[in-house]
């Protein structure tokens, strides 16, 4: 077999070997694709549901604050609620927008990064808690109020509730300084990694990993 003749079956084969390579890449693509379009709609479905939950609660906390704005630490415990509400509310519109923006034409790894960007969003709602922590007297203040017309303030002690505003406004600039570190930037720190594992489960946490893998390579 001459020269010629060798190069010319070693380029057919190359070029045979590429559509087999490039056949397969499509199907594997299509496959995670697949699999990604399924996770999507159904993280959609329960973000839809939070959206619609929030906005529920966001009317009637409005109509709360109104119906008792004569009454000044109940409409203020109700304004503190309806504020955590709509960050919560926003950041579910927020994810529901994101999802809307996957173009499954990009590459895998960009997919896959907005994915994890919507799955970490427990931690949204995780420091939405221990931002609430501090007026936490606001939850049970309204409750009882709005279900059971019982209103508890009066019978509480002026001393311990001026006390116990001073300290938990003390308490808010370390709080801020604790939730500011609770970030996927921040996992190489022992304590944010434990911290966020603990209070988000597994699944966030794996994806806040990937995320600052990604950042990592991406620098």
């Not at 630490?73 to 529901?96: D, K, M, N, P, R």
């Not at 600039?173 to 594992?197: C, D, E, Q």
């Amino acid at each position: 077999m001459e020269t010629n003749e060798l190069k010319e079956l070693f380029a057919a084969y190359d070029a045979k070997l590429d559509r087999v390579l490039q056949l397969n890449e499509r199907s594997l693509k299509k496959i995670k694709l697949d699999k990604i379009r399924k996770q999507t709609r159904w993280i959609s479905v329960l973000r839809s549901i939070e959206v619609v939950s929030f906005s529920i609660l966001a009317v009637i906390l409005g109509s709360y604050i109104a119906d008792n704005w004569a009454v000044t630490h109940l409409a203020v415990s109700g304004i503190i609620l309806h504020v955590f509400t709509l960050i919560a509310l926003v950041g579910s519109i927020g994810q529901l927008v994101l999802l809307q923006q996957i173009d499954y034409a990009k590459p895998i790894v960009e997919i896959r990064k907005k994915i994890e960007l919507i799955n970490s969003h427990a931690l949204l709602f995780l420091k939405l808690v221990f931002l609430s922590a501090p007026v936490w007297w606001a939850y049970p203040l309204v409750a009882l109020n709005y279900f059971f017309n019982i209103d508890i303030y009066p019978n509480m002690d002026s001393d311990f509730v001026i006390k116990y505003v001073v300290v938990n406004a003390l308490l808010i600039f370390p709080l801020v300084w604790f939730l500011s570190k609770l970030s996927y930037k921040n996992l190489h720190i022992k304590w944010v990694r434990k911290t966020i594992g603990f209070f988000t489960g597994t699944k966030t946490k794996k994806s806040l990993e990937f995320l600052n893998e990604i950042e990592e390579f991406e620098k």
